[in-house]
């Protein structure tokens, strides 16, 4: 019978440690987290030297755009509006962006990407098709993106994008409930 109380209390005592340690280190994996993303945004204003530039404070295609290393990524609909942008100001960047690759459009019709090449700087402008909304990725660095780079970086901002008209969605769904 003594046998059997100590190994209950054994086996409780066991459990109760291990829930302990567990709860601790989802604890510090959270604190380390935090303190990673804390780091970035406070790295964010240093991606690119130029000082007349202001960053948002949303994080997410700043840390596409810090694994990169690329300076702007502008994401703007086909009316040249802004969906998403590392840049606070990136409304007049996003719509020459977007004309620009309308007015090469206009003499060739199937267009992939375009690439300029404005000084030290690259700009890439590519066509993306996010929940039947036709929309467009500037994207400003200081190297020329490689293929496969490329194709990273535009799955990376699609992923993005699916939680912003996610959210869209849902408040469609919601006011027709209503």
Do not use: W
Not at 20 to 33: G, L, N, V
Not at 82 to 101: E, M, Q
């Amino acid at each position: 019978m003594l046998f059997l109380i100590l190994f209950i209390l054994g086996v409780t005592i066991g459990a109760g440690i291990y829930c302990y340690r567990e709860k601790e280190k989802r604890k510090t994996y959270k604190f380390i987290e935090m303190e990673i993303i804390e780091g970035l945004k406070e790295l964010k204003p240093y991606i690119a030297p130029d000082e007349n530039k202001e960053y948002t404070e949303e994080f997410d295609l700043v840390e596409i755009a810090l694994s990169h290393d690329i300076e702007d990524i502008v994401v703007v609909n086909d009316e040249g509006l802004v969906v998403a942008s590392t840049l606070k100001g990136g409304d007049d960047f996003g719509a020459i962006g977007l004309g620009i690759f309308e007015y090469i459009k206009k003499f060739h019709d199937n267009i992939k990407k375009v690439v300029i090449q404005k000084g030290d700087n690259y700009i890439h402008i590519y066509p993306l098709k996010c929940n039947n909304e036709n929309l467009y990725a500037i994207i400003e660095s200081k190297i020329m993106l490689e293929t496969i780079e490329e194709k990273e970086i535009l799955r990376k901002v699609n992923e993005v994008l699916k939680k912003y008209f996610g959210n869209v969605e849902n408040i469609k769904k919601e006011n027709i409930n209503f």
